[in-house]
């Protein structure tokens, strides 16, 4: 049983994570959150406009995501992922309406290359090598300087694949981090790519069972509550200064700050963080699919990128959208729509719509924002950090924000 208590600021997933891994390992939790609900960049909630819950935006999770899948093993919620027994995906060109399915084999040996009818359409064997070329390429590179960013599968696979995963521009991003996702992907064969989705909402999947877990174990929820300062002296920290009064930590007490850089960098300033971000656009039509229309399909050659179809909407995600931030809602939505209607076969009716705007979604996925992503230790005894933005080794996605709050719990457990 750790003593003193953990006090976990922040309830987004790394911030959640970080909770439930240290209530599981016996420490007595405080979790603290500034708005007035859990969840983040990973949230749902009631919109009017549409009159249903959506999610703020469509975060695609795979199989070989294991941090991910002993999160909701743990809080009980494995099954509110949602996706098919093997590993495909559906792609579309809206520049001449060809459509394909890329279907990996379940195993190691990637014999699905050989097999025109799985792989991408006028795609060469040797176009392949480029994964193991990004397997470990040089510190500080950018893909472009370890592959050749071109050609079918690049165009029409590695690149959308890339783009989603790191949220910049495939060509500048670190090779570092798209290292890392390929590793635990695509070089481990389709049973660690088989494509999920939460159902029927992140909050039901990754968010409500985590607070009943933490709720269960005795844990103190607070939502509403905003720092504005950390006390700091003698090595650790002594006073958490929050608006509605200070907290003094005992000598026992632990701090996880599970904030978003800039907020990390207001209450530490000597902490590096990433400071150039991308966007994240997302688009929710109310409309139920027609029959046959894939969970989730690739767009390539559109402005949507992927398009993913619910019981009862079809949502788009556009990854590194900043040039999309400042569109009027209304053009946007039109403009999106022509793509789904395309994907799904509908007319150009625009049915009711909502757009989603995450201005600051991702750090930028770059050589020179990796490196000034933190570590989680820090130079603070008793406060560690947690965070998709701290170097876990992974691009900012549920996975990386999941293992960040999983590894500042370990962290404070061992102290």
């Known amino acids: 049983m750790t003593q003193g208590t953990v006090y976990v600021i922040g309830a987004g997933l790394a911030g959640l994570a970080a909770a439930v891994a240290a209530a599981r390992g016996g420490a007595r939790v405080v979790l603290m959150e500034s708005a007035e609900q859990a969840g983040g960049r ?15 935006g469509n975060h695609l999770v795979l199989s ?65 090598l480029a994964l193991t070329r990004l ?32 949220n910049t521009e495939p060509e500048t991003a670190s090779a570092e981090l798209a290292a890392s996702v390929i590793r635990e ?19 039901a999947a990754f968010i409500a069972p985590a607070l009943a877990y933490l709720e269960a174990r005795g844990a103190s929820v607070r939502f509403g509550q905003r720092l504005r300062g950390v006390g700091l002296a003698s090595g650790r920290a002594t006073t958490l200064d929050f608006v509605g009064g200070p907290v003094a930590l005992a000598a026992a007490d632990r701090v996880v700050l599970a904030t978003p850089p800039w907020v990390t ?37 559109g402005t949507a990128e992927w ?11 556009v990854s590194c959208a900043d040039r999309l931030v400042d569109c009027g809602r ?3 939505a039109k403009r999106l729509w022509h793509d789904v209607a395309t994907v799904c076969g509908l007319g150009p009716t625009l049915p009711p719509w909502q ?30 950090l947690a965070g998709d933005w701290t170097d876990t080794g992974l691009p900012a996605t549920i996975e990386g924000a999941v293992r960040s709050g999983q590894q500042a719990a370990a962290l404070v457990l061992r102290a």
């Open 42 to 56: 990973c949230r749902s909630y009631r919109d009017a406009a549409l009159g249903h819950v959506i999610d703020n």
């Open 330 to 332: 209304e053009a946007l």
């Open 64 to 128: 070989g995501n294991h941090a991910t899948q002993a999160y909701l093993r743990t809080i009980g919620a494995a099954d509110r992922l949602a996706g098919p027994d093997r590993a495909r995906f559906a792609f579309i060109d809206m520049r001449d309406g060809a459509r394909w399915t890329i279907a990996p084999n379940d195993g190691r040996l990637p014999w699905w290359v050989l097999a025109r009818s799985r792989r991408v359409p006028g795609s060469a064997l040797g176009e392949y």
């Open 185 to 203: 992907t695509l070089l481990l064969g389709g049973r660690a790519c088989r494509p999920r989705i939460a159902t029927p909402s992140l909050d």
């Open 307 to 317: 398009v993913f179809a619910f019981h009862d909407r079809l949502s788009v995600t």
């Open 265 to 301: 960098h207001d209450l530490l300033p000597d902490i590096a963080v990433p400071d150039d971000f991308r966007a994240i656009v997302n688009a929710h039509f109310s409309i139920a699919p027609p029959p046959g229309v894939p969970p989730m399909t690739g767009v390539i050659g």
């Open 355 to 384: 757009i989603v705007k995450e201005r600051r979604a991702t750090f930028a996925a770059t050589p020179a924002q990796a490196a000034r992503r933190a570590a989680a230790r820090t130079a603070w005894a008793n406060l560690v």
């Open 135 to 166: 397997r470990a390429p040089p510190r500080g590179s950018r893909i472009a300087d370890v592959i050749a960013c071109s050609g079918p599968f690049w165009d029409k696979l590695l690149r959308p694949f890339l783009l989603a995963a790191l």
